[in-house]
């Protein structure tokens, strides 16, 4: 039997499992980004992201917002 910490722990890596699995966008709407941002579409909209041809902002744009903050 599991003790409390033993199955927290396997819980753990089970997600981590699933959410490494999970395929990430190459590119995101304002709305996206600013939900991943955790803040509001005028504020990520301030932050003055870039966007591909299509009017989306690559993924790694996010993160590096993300990490500069």
Known sequence: MLNEHEARRIAIAAAEEVLARRPVPTAVTLKQAAEML???PNTAR???M?????GLIPYEEVL???DSR
């Open 46 to 48: 301030a932050y003055k």
């Open 38 to 40: 955790n803040v509001s």
């Open 50 to 54: 870039r966007r591909n041809a299509a």
């Open 64 to 66: 590096r917002v993300r």
